[in-house]
């Protein structure tokens, strides 16, 4: 059964970075493509990057280029999400999401889930 824990959640002031990591178990990912998706409050799920494990192909939404990056170690099992130039509306609950198939920028298409890291980003 796939597991994803997410942890690197924090407060942080505006600029400042954090790396949030998800470490996956239960399955072999190489076949699977891994998703990080946000939740503010009164919000839905915010698509934010997603990497393909085989070929580590990435996309990141408009609102996390040049800012975020997703990576994966293949040797640890786990998936990163390293972001800076933090910005106060960056504040929500971050998930780590995983799927089989083709990569995908919405909720639904994804399977797994974490159980989310807060990022406070104070002003």
């Known amino acids: 059964q796939v597991q994803l824990v997410e942890s690197g959640g924090g407060l942080v002031q505006a600029g400042g970075s954090l790396r949030l990591s998800c470490a996956a178990s239960?399955?072999?990912?190489?076949?699977?493509?891994m998703g990080w998706f946000r939740q503010a409050p009164g919000k839905g799920h915010e698509f934010v990057a997603a990497?393909?494990?085989?070929?580590?192909?990435?996309y990141h939404a408009d609102a996390a280029k040049g800012r975020f990056t997703i990576s994966v170690d293949n040797a640890k099992n786990m998936v990163y999400l390293q972001m800076n130039s933090l910005k106060p509306e960056d504040t929500a609950v971050y998930y780590c999401?995983?799927?089989?198939?083709?990569?995908?920028?919405?909720?639904?298409?994804?399977?797994?889930w974490g159980r989310g890291t807060q990022v406070t980003v104070s002003s």
């Open positions: 990497i393909n494990w085989s070929d580590l192909s990435t």
């Open positions: 999401a995983a799927s089989l198939g083709q990569m995908g920028i919405t909720w639904h298409e994804y399977v797994y």
């Open positions: 239960g399955d072999t990912f190489n076949n699977y493509h």
